[in-house]
């Protein structure tokens, strides 16, 4: 009887190992390159994916324009989430994405940010209080992006253009190489202001903030791409299923963005 146990035993943990090992071995993960103003709600999405698909995304987070001349030059990534639509176009044409796989997965939206409460916050409308804010004297410092490598710090000129008041404010402007690196500055108290995503404040209760009107600057749709190194990689293909998804949508638009219908 021991030993008609034991063997049952013994068959049923090879059925289990049967069924158990062609799943493992369908795991599989993909490296995707992500721009830096998407990194908490990559994070999350990441996650799910996991948990949903069983497959593993690694993410590296930095400027898009960073981004795109490491791919060019060979880097290791299958996916480019971009911080907007330009350079995952441009790297289909290369020969370095994959035709027919950029799609938008998210709209930015640029916001001016303070952690002090008073900084921003006024009375008067939201546009003439912005830029009063931007003329005022009551800071030394203004972050934002590079505006040469970063969608978001190229919205910002924009929009100190569109109110007149770039040229005044170019001496008290530093850069961040992406739009982390903006927030950061803000955040540290490095810069009392600064030009920065939406998703970077979106569970943010402090300080103050104006959201810029959309019609200040050009929009900041953001796209996804397969890359050339991730065509054949099942894991890289499912991540940008996930991404189309209701899942990653409820995500996106928790974070701030608008995610395309």
């Known amino acids: ?98 035709p027919g796989t950029a799609f938008t997965y998210a709209i930015g939206q640029l916001v001016l940010y303070s952690t002090d409460p008073k900084l921003v916050n006024g009375s008067d409308t939201l546009l003439v209080h912005g830029a009063n804010t931007l003329e005022g004297t009551g800071f030394r410092k203004l972050a934002m992006a590079n505006p040469d490598t970063a969608p978001y710090g190229r919205a910002a000129v924009q929009v100190m253009d569109a109110l007149g008041v770039f040229a005044q404010l170019k001496p008290k402007i530093v850069q961040g190489q992406n739009i982390g690196q903006a927030y950061q500055f803000v955040h540290t108290g490095n810069a009392e202001l600064g030009f920065v995503a939406a998703g970077q404040v979106a569970h943010r209760n402090d300080g103050s903030r104006w959201v810029v009107p959309q019609e200040l600057y050009d929009p900041i749709r953001q796209d996804a791409v397969l890359l050339a190194r991730g065509q054949n990689n099942p894991a890289a293909t499912a991540f940008l299923d996930f991404l189309k998804g209701d899942v990653a949508g409820d995500i996106i638009r928790k974070y701030g963005y608008a995610h395309p219908e």
């Open 1 to 98: 009887m021991r030993r008609w146990v034991a063997n049952l035993c013994t068959a049923i943990l090879f059925a289990a190992g049967v069924c158990v090992m062609p799943i493992a071995a369908m795991a599989a993960s993909a490296h995707i390159a992500v721009a830096a103003n998407f990194t908490d709600a990559a994070t999350e999405i990441a996650a799910a994916f996991t948990e949903t698909t069983g497959h593993q995304a690694i993410l590296s987070y930095g400027a898009t324009g960073q981004f795109y001349a490491q791919i060019a030059q060979g880097a290791p990534f299958d996916i480019l989430l971009a911080a907007d639509a330009e350079r995952p176009a441009r790297l289909v044409d290369a020969g370095n994405g994959v």
